[in-house]
């Protein structure tokens, strides 16, 4: 039973700071890779960052770059995404999901390749 919490949403202010968390219970985090994605409305679910189960090699959206930080704790069964200098463009819902996969990250973050989804939590930056 492959089970996501995903906790670390709110409202800030341009600039500002939020660390979202995924726990997860059922699986062992080691052997997933984990991604980030989020969808502000009228736009699609875009991809925006991955970390791999095997060496810790990340991807991050171009959108996201120098600002977004992905880090996982396999012996807490946590990822995070550390999110500062907040911008009312990254206004959304932040999911995130789970790959049974070992190898290498793909080039690009895409959302068809993970099996398990969490809820989402919201994400709103305005002043």
């Known amino acids: 039973q492959v089970h996501f919490v995903e906790s670390g949403g709110g409202s800030v202010q341009p600039g500002g700071s939020l660390r979202l968390a995924c726990t997860t219970s059922?699986?062992?985090?080691?052997?997933?890779?984990i991604g980030w994605f989020r969808q502000a409305p009228g736009k699609e679910r875009e991809g925006v960052s991955c970390?791999?189960?095997?060496?810790?090699?990340?991807r991050y959206a171009d959108s996201v770059k120098g600002r977004f930080t992905i880090s996982r704790d396999n012996a807490k069964n946590t990822v995070y995404l550390q999110m500062n200098s907040l911008k009312p463009e990254d206004t959304a819902v932040y999911y995130c999901?789970?790959?049974?996969?070992?190898?290498?990250?793909?080039?690009?973050?895409?959302?068809?390749?993970?099996?398990?989804w969490g809820q989402g939590t919201q994400v709103t930056v305005s002043s």
């Open positions: 970390i791999s189960s095997s060496d810790g090699t990340t």
């Open positions: 059922g699986f062992t985090l080691a052997h997933y890779a």
């Open positions: 999901a789970a790959r049974r996969w070992l190898g290498p990250l793909s080039p690009a973050i895409y959302d068809g390749q993970y099996d398990y």
